[in-house]
């Protein structure tokens, strides 16, 4: 029997989620496909922007053919007649000082778009989430928001978090503008694997620092071992005077982390449309993907029957410490 199955894709080159129809045997139309995506089939190979794959796409091809072309990880649940699928970061996706930082809006909990990459300012986006003590030191980054703001810097904090009510209670005790990115684009993009981390961009949307580990106050130096005041202190400078600290980008993130991103992504989609089973088995193959990945393992601990700041916090803690604290990058 053939029939339509509808596919949902989530490209995070981008922040939309498109619909399109495939075989019952997950069979695309090129022609479909490139209309949905964006993508072009130029003479040196796939393009979306300025960004361009050496590819070729059959007339038809499966899913699988398709993240290959595009050099994508492929995350995929399949239920009945609906098909979900996540496409990945590609490869080769590190942000390093200079880079143009790639376009990204999300949404405020009030429904509102926010630019974090071409405000026309310099701009320090800041990753917390409810599930992190930094929560509690959103009104020291309020305070030096409105301290430097008057100097021309924006700063932004993002919740990597998908719960709405938790992040409007911690935001409006610092009346901070609470913007959500529950499918953790911030951390596709920049590569943030722990919170709280900052990123630094200039007045043109450049990446003058990449993410790197970054409290608000010393409340909790003896777990973070990073000294808040050295890094305001930095910040300060670089405002005052465009003086910007030495640090290295991230490593390159491995197939299992891209892997372990995409499926992230695609459990959090499902969290989101009521479809907890099938998330909950997401989740699972993320953080197997990617053990000692915070933004990937304690984020999800509420979605799998865990407490964040209970005995498996303690233990992903005392498993990574013993890595050597692998992604962890300070000022």
Not at 78 to 100: H, I, K, N, S
Not at 109 to 133: F, I, K, M, Q, Y
Request: glycine share 8%.
């Amino acid at each position: 029997m053939f029939y339509s199955r509808t596919v949902k894709l989530l490209l995070h080159l981008g922040d939309s989620a498109t619909t399109i129809e495939v075989s019952d045997d997950l069979t695309l139309d090129r022609a479909t496909v490139l209309e949905a995506t964006g993508w072009e089939v130029k003479d040196h190979g796939l393009c979306r922007g300025e960004v361009c794959r050496p590819a070729r796409l059959g007339e038809t091809l499966t899913l699988d053919e398709l993240a290959a072309g595009l050099g994508r990880p492929l995350a995929l649940e399949v239920d009945g007649d609906e098909c979900v699928a996540v496409l990945g970061e590609p490869g080769g996706t590190t942000v390093r000082r200079g880079d143009l930082a790639p376009e990204l809006r999300l949404t405020d909990a009030d429904g509102h778009e926010v630019d974090l990459t071409r405000r026309g300012r310099r701009t320090v986006v800041v990753a917390w989430s409810t599930w992190c003590g930094c929560r509690y030191e959103l009104p020291a980054w309020h305070a030096l928001a409105d301290e430097l703001e008057p100097l021309g810097l924006d700063l932004v904090a993002v919740a990597l978090d998908d719960d709405e009510q938790r992040v409007r209670h911690w935001t409006g005790k610092a009346s901070m503008p609470p913007v959500l990115d529950p499918d953790h684009r911030l951390s596709d993009v920049f590569g943030v694997v722990n919170v709280p981390s900052t990123v630094w961009l200039d007045e043109e949307g450049r990446v003058a620092k990449p993410p790197t580990i970054a409290p608000g106050d010393d409340q909790f130096k003896e777990f973070t071992e990073v000294d808040a005041e050295r890094h305001h202190e930095a910040l300060r400078q670089w405002v005052r005077e465009g003086v910007v600290p030495a640090t290295d980008a991230g490593d390159e993130p491995d197939d299992d982390l891209r892997r372990a991103r995409a499926e992230r992504r695609l459990a959090a989609w499902l969290h989101q449309h009521g479809r907890d089973v099938a998330a909950r088995r997401h989740f699972d193959a993320a953080v197997e993907l990617a053990p000692l990945d915070f933004s990937i393992r304690r984020s999800s601990m509420r979605n799998r029957g865990e407490d964040p700041f209970g005995h498996e916090f303690f233990e992903l803690w005392e498993q990574w410490s013993a890595a050597g604290r692998p992604g962890y990058r300070a000022t």
